[in-house]
């Protein structure tokens, strides 16, 4: 970010504090009785309920009013706006990859995980189809900086995030939330619940959204018809979630929880940014658009109870979905004004979780222990089509020969006719153990030592096809170049042990500071594309795991008022993954450019970030991060064949400079009446879509804005407000990659509507 725009984006934030200012004057209460006591807020961060002030980590808690606000975003991505140094990058409407203190590989492959765990209610999500949850009925969520491997275990090398839904309890509240905005946006939700017994309660949630394409389709060659609207997105989701608590009088508990959501919009093109088009604009012929299909269910049990001393806890879970889809792939109108010309590509994509963890934990005079196991099973499958021109739904031959060239159906293909789609599959089945102990041990009334490790293996089995369906609907395996059919199968087997160490020093009661060093991996695994050959897939195919290693030292206090905390950290990143144009050697001494997940040598990040919140007056309540980010690629190796595009680039999706600035004011209105308004900015410099560092992929920095206002009829639980998103209606690139051109997915336009929110 330019001096000039981080100006702006300071004047921006002070003009919101400026803004709450006049309320303060109409409260009359003195400072004395305005001053209030922050509450410690207690997590399950490290799988028992602590205050934050107690951990010897970088830990934030989004929750009240921000969860509250959270419950409406578009998804879980949309978190980020609350937080510095973690970002989302955004592809096809529903694949996240959080990126934390820089750390985590930007891929679009549903296969690819995010290289921060993401969980909801406990229950890790393992692939990033999954991570953009949609969210409703949030109690709050936990984000853990720097890796996580001894409790959060495999894919936690940047952190952890865990999305906390609203239990039931006896004495619960239920609200119903009706919201009405721009592009025809409508969005209902609600929650609520009772005791069916003094021991058993019910909590049903969900939520229902829709809304108009938020981007203009438009075309650039006035002798192609214009494309159709539906490509600059559709939104038509639908979530359902129920519990059953069930407790007994000596504390143990039972919960049962299930949930189903479904996403039947339209995912929105990418746009081309070598074309010339405006702000919020797509061009796209659209010829591969269709409705979307997907759908994400889940079930799980979880129970607690005491056996002596120790406390026992318990989660069994299913996670899976089903997904359909398609859209324009590259995202350009059709080349030489033929439609035929265009490429399309559709996604059919299945697949299932399951887990269960045990935990057990106790708590000594001077020491808090806890042990456990993980076990986990996944399958997975895709097919996916390219074509262009018009589909077949019977035979899914296209109607144009885009995919089908000669040097990739070989020297002797099965039909004299022509190739007209390729079809490439793939299905890969992990299995996952694991053993972890985390621990406390209190050195001296002040001096606390952590100690945490975690074994885990993992077994995964991958195989796949590419194969050419030709005009008269012959099926073949793809021959590119002669080099054989694209056919294959592999397995990876590993094991890694990682870890943790911490010593926190209490200062006073509410001031500590603390030492640490801890570390995490990431997965390696298979490419979602066999479009070449079998010696391809051993090769291209397969990437390795990443680990970091983070040292890290910080500040936390809270007194009165005002809490305060400061971290900075160093971490070492090993053979990080990206996605990058790799040079593979055949057997015939020929080499295979593909654009694949693979692994870079090393990298570092290091920092220092701040997070601050403070009530210095009655109703006013202010909060502000700021992350100061580096961080370098270190290749030295050349066997992908292109070492000096990556040499000293930053990592994808870091800027230097971000910072958030929150202000919640609210004031009394006689006595049944209150009024608020509330604000977050978030502001952040520039940034690289990927690890080749070029300028035509940076997005330059920028600040969001948004805000809502509020008035509180309290005598009939009633809310009536006014809210806005992007509100300095930014225009950027939410994730890219290269195909024909380099495509960038795009960030909704400025929004805004009414809402009207009735308590029970």
Known sequence: MSITSLRRACLASASLACLAQ?????????????????????????????????????????????????????????????????????????????????????????????????????????????????????????????????????????????????????????????SYGNFNRVDLSGAGGAALTDRLSYRIAGRYLSQEPALDNVQTDPAIPRGPEDAGGVRDEFGLRAQLLYETPGGSSLLLRGHYEEDNGINTTPRN???????????????????????????????????????????????????????????????????????????????????????????????????????????????????????????????????????????????????????????????TAALFTYNDFDLSDRLTLTLGARYTFEDIEGNGYGQHIFTDGTRGLNNRDGLGGAVGQNEIEEDKLTGNAALRYALSADTSI????????????????????????????????????????????????????????????????????????????????????????????????????????????????????????????????????????PLPFAPELSATLGIRQEWQIGETRRAAIQANAKAKGDYYLDAEGLEARKQDGYATVDASATLYLDARGLELSLWGRNLTDEDVAISGYGFIGYNTFRSDPRQYGVAAKMSF
Not at 325 to 346: E, I, K, M, Q, R
Not at 531 to 552: I, K, M, P, R
Not at 577 to 584: C, E, G, P, W
Not at 630 to 641: K, L, P
């Open 273 to 431: 940014d070598s074309l010339s088009v405006g702000d919020h604009e797509i061009s796209s012929e659209g010829d591969g658009l269709k409705d979307t299909d997907n759908e994400f269910y889940g079930l799980a049990l979880e129970g607690q109870t005491d056996l002596g001393p120790w406390t026992l806890y318990s989660l069994s879970a299913l996670e899976g979905y089903g997904q359909d889809y398609g859209f324009d792939f590259d995202g350009t109108p059709a080349p030489s004004g033929n439609p035929n010309l265009n490429a399309n590509l559709s996604y059919d994509r299945s697949f299932l979780q399951l887990s269960q963890e045990v935990r057990a934990s106790r708590d000594f005079e001077r020491a808090r222990v806890l042990f456990g196991a993980h076990l986990a099973y996944e399958d997975f499958a895709q097919d996916y089509l390219i074509w262009c021109g018009e589909l077949d739904p019977q035979t899914l031959a296209g109607t144009c020969p885009y995919v089908g060239t000669a040097g990739r159906v070989g020297p002797n293909p099965v039909s004299p006719l022509t190739a007209v789609t390729l079809l490439t599959h793939i299905g890969q089945e992990r299995t």
């Open 514 to 649: 603390y030492a640490s060093v801890a570390n995490g991996y990431k997965s390696g695994g298979f490419n979602g594309e066999v479009q070449n050959n079998a010696t391809s897939w051993q090769d291209e195919g397969l990437f390795g795991a990443e680990t970091v290693t983070s040292y890290e030292a910080g500040f936390k206090t809270a007194r009165g008022n005002l809490a305060f905390n400061a971290a900075a950290f160093y971490q070492d990143y090993d053979a990080p993954q990206a996605r990058i144009f790799v040079a593979f050697d055949l057997p015939d001494g020929s080499q295979i450019t593909s654009n694949s997940l693979s692994n870079l040598d090393e990298a570092v990040s290091y920092g220092v970030e701040a997070d601050t919140s403070w009530s210095p007056l009655q109703g006013l309540d202010l909060t502000a991060s700021l992350t100061w980010l580096e961080t370098e690629i270190e290749q030295t190796s050349n066997t992908a064949g292109n070492a000096a595009l990556f040499d000293g680039n």
């Open 22 to 178: 006049p309320a303060l004057a109409q409260t009359g209460a003195s400072d004395e009785d305005a001053v209030r006591k922050l509450e410690t807020v207690a997590v399950t961060a490290t799988r028992r309920e602590e205050s934050t002030l107690d951990i010897p980590a970088s830990v934030t808690v989004l929750a009240g009013d921000i969860a509250e606000e959270a419950s409406t975003l578009d998804g879980a991505e949309g978190v980020t706006q609350y937080l510095t140094g973690v970002e989302a990058a955004v592809a096809n409407g529903s694949q996240v990859a959080f990126q934390i203190r820089g750390i985590g590989a930007v891929d679009h492959q549903a296969l690819t995980p995010t290289a921060a765990a993401i969980y909801s209610d406990g229950v890790f999500l393992s692939t990033n189809v999954q991570t953009s949850l949609f969210l409703y009925d949030l109690a709050r969520a936990e984000v853990l900086k720097g890796p996580q491997g001894t409790l959060y275990g495999r894919n936690a090398s940047s952190g952890a995030i865990n999305f906390i839904s609203t239990r039931p309890s006896p004495d619960q509240d239920g609200y119903l939330r009706a």
